[in-house]
């Protein structure tokens, strides 16, 4: 019974990760601009789809990653330059539109590319399962644990040490006092969004061996990332990587004492939940009116 636990306490982990920096993404972006970024499962999408076409040419895994996330990068920044940056002046809503028919783009060039089939990507160390405490532990679950922690402690030295990461907070907390200061505000959310780029596409390279990848995963994928960033509280990087982990566990939970049937309604049942009774998520700050 225990080892049955841990098995599954083990799969909602690595799908937990997976949710969390997609949460990232869209905190990254909400932080700079206000945006909830509807685009972002298509940057998860493109991490694997194009590992994929890029070992097909026979460009060894390491570099096909390089390149693939660089691809999915330069994605992100086109589409902050070519759709957000020439409707700066619209107001959110119009923006969070905009964000959804790039998605539906980007999914409709991938099909036209890759067509509708589903891929693989082969492990990063072999198929050897890990056995801990009853539990069989597939060895790419350590990857995507292992990469998530890494990339949140980077994110954290990042936003923390560098003056480009202050210059996003900066921008987030007050968009016209940090131009007053000299910050270029446009470059500090073209940025945001190569970087929500990246965090996305290593997401989707790490879990493409477990879970397969195609031209629309990128779709369910956005939204329970977009559920746990809502119930972390939007803007939270912390809540965002709490909310991705919880999400992964009960719904794997769910999947595995209940159905797998309910797993997926699970998400959204949580968040509104949470939002019924914290409004603002579990680590939401108290909003501040500026005059």
């Not at 405490?133 to 030295?157: M, P, R, T, Y």
Request: net charge positive; charged share 10%; with cysteine.
């Amino acid at each position: 019974m225990f080892s049955e636990f841990l098995q599954f306490l083990f799969t909602g982990i690595t799908i937990g990760a997976t949710y969390a920096l997609v949460a990232l993404g869209f905190t990254i972006i909400y932080n700079a601009s206000h945006v909830i970024n509807f685009a972002q499962g298509e940057f998860l999408m493109i991490g694997g789809m194009a590992t994929v076409s890029f070992m097909g040419m026979g460009i060894p895994m390491f570099f096909a990653i390089i390149l693939a996330v660089l691809l999915a990068c330069l994605v992100g920044v086109a589409l902050q330059r070519l759709a957000i940056a020439p409707a700066k002046n619209a107001d959110v809503v119009t923006l969070i539109i905009i964000t959804i028919g790039a998605s539906i783009f980007i999914r409709g060039i991938a099909q036209v590319v890759w067509g509708k089939d589903y891929h693989v990507v082969p492990p990063f160390t072999g198929n050897e399962p890990i056995r801990l405490g009853g539990a069989v532990l597939n060895s790419q679950s350590l990857w995507v644990i292992g990469i998530g922690a890494v990339l949140v402690v980077a994110l954290i030295v990042f936003f923390t040490r560098t003056l480009i990461g202050r210059a996003i907070l900066g921008t987030s907390m007050n968009k016209l006092a940090a131009q007053l200061v000299g910050i270029k505000t446009q470059m500090v959310l073209m940025l945001a969004f190569g970087l929500s780029a990246l965090l996305g596409s290593v997401a989707g390279v790490t879990v493409a061996p477990i879970t397969f990848t195609s031209y629309d995963i990128g779709i369910l994928l956005a939204l329970k990332g977009f559920v746990a960033a809502a119930m972390g509280g939007l803007g939270s990087g912390l809540g965002a990587v709490v909310g991705g982990l919880l999400l992964g566990i009960v719904e794997s939970m769910t999947a595995g004492y209940i159905s797998s049937e309910y797993k997926d309604a699970v998400a959204f049942s949580m968040i509104l939940l949470v939002l019924f009774f914290m409004p603002r998520g579990l680590f939401g700050g108290r909003t501040v009116e500026r005059v």
